[in-house]
DNA sequence: GATAGTAGACAGCATCACTATCCATAGTTT
DNA sequence: AAACTATGGATAGTGATGCTGTCTACTATC
C-alpha cells in the first residue's frame, strides 16, 4: 500500500508519518521507484505501537527509538531497555540518598536484579524525593509495594508465557511492560476511589480522612 | 526569608522560583514593601513538592497547578483531580472501545467507584490501546491485575490511616498516589528482571522467552 | 498529456519549561 | 549620604519537542 493509505487506515497524518520515518521510528517502505515505496500490515502495527508508546506510556519520541531499536535487534536486552524508558534516560548522578536502601530492599526480598538496572535508579529517585518531602510513612510499607510488584511481575510472566513467536514474546514485554504500568496505575486510582469510599462507610462518623477523601 | 535564601535551600535557581510564583505553584510570599517579600519552610515544602510532581511524577506544569489548587481548596476532590492528573487531563472521546470493559470490570469487583471519575476513561484507552496492538492475552488477566491494584489501594490507605492532622492526609493522599505510581512502576521494573531470571535458571534448558528476557 | 500522488529535503510552528534582561525601588555597606 | 547589591514585577527570549507545511523532482494513472 502507498502512504495515502497507510494514513487513512492508521489515522496518522502523512507529514506525522513522514516525520516518524525520518526519526527511524517507522522502516523505510520497499522502494519500487525513486518517489514510489509501498508499506505493508507491518507498517501499520508499528504506527500502533508507536502511538500507544507516545499517548499512553507517555515516552519521548528519542525513547520510543531507542526502545524500539533495542526490539529490533537480534539479541534484545530489553530490561535495559525498558529500564531506561521508565524514567526518559534521565541518570540523575548516583547519590546515596535511596541507593542503599534499594539495595537493601532487593537484597531482603532475594531478588535477582543486575547491578547496572536502570529500575534501581529510578526507584532510588523516588525514594529520595519521598524522603525530601517527610514522606517516609509510605516508605515503612515499602516491602509491602514490594511485594505486590512481585506479584504483578508473575502476573507479567504468566501473561508473556502465552505467545510463543520470539518476535511476540518481544514486542509484547515491551507493551505488557509500558502500556502495563499505565493500566495498573488506572487501575489503582479506582481502587483508591473504591478503598476510600469503603472506609467512608465503614464507620457511621466519617473520619476527617474520609470526609477529606470522599469528596 | 528572601527569595536568594529561598532558591539556596531548595537548589532552584531564582528565575525558576519566579517562574513558578507567576504560575500560582507557589503562593506569593508576604510583602513588606513594594519589593521585598518573605518566605517561609510551607513555600520550601512547597517547592519540593513541585519538583516531585515534575520530576518523578511527570506531570506538566498546569497538571500540577490545578492539583495543587485542589490541594488548598477547603474540600478538596481529591479523587478527580488525581484522575486527571493520571492522563495529563486530555480527555479522548468516549469511544466505546474499552468502555464497557472497564464498566464490567468494576461491576465485577464490586466497586464502587463513581460515574464520572476520569480513572475510568485512563483505564478504558488504555484497554482500548491493547486491543489495538492485539495483545488481549494481558487483558484476560485483567482480573488478575485488578486484585494487585486492589491490594496497592488497601496499603494505601494503611499509610494513609498513619496520618492524623487533615493538612498532611490530603499532602500525603498527592504524593502517596502520584509518586506511587512511579514506585509502583520501578518495583515492577526489578520484580520483573528477577522473575524472568527465575524462569531462566529453573529450567535447564531456557525457553525462548527466558533467552530472549535475560539477555 | 493532464492530473494527482509521492519521496525526500527543508523550513516553520505551537507548546512547554524555563532563563535573561530590565526597571524602579529597597535594604546594606561604607 | 553615597555606592552597591538584592528584590518584585514585567516582558522578552531560548532550547527542546512533536509535529506541520511547502517545495521539487519525479511517477503512476486516468
Redesign the pocket.
Known sequence: M????LSRRSGI????I??Y??EGLLP??E???????SYDEGHIRRLRLVRAL?EIGRL???TIKSVLSELDTPEPNLHHAMGRALRGSIASEPGPEGDREVETLIERRGWSVSPEAPARRAVADVIAAMHQLGWDSMLAQIDGYAEIADRAARLDMEVLARHSEPDEIVYSAVVGTILGDALIAGLRRLAQENASAQMYRRDGEPTPAATRECR
Chains 1, 2 share one sequence.
Open positions: 502507498r502512504i495515502a493509505e497524518p502523512v507529514p506525522t513522514k516525520y520515518l525520518r523505510p517502505g522502494l519500487s521507484s525513486r518517489n514510489q515505496a507516545l519521548p519520541i528519542a
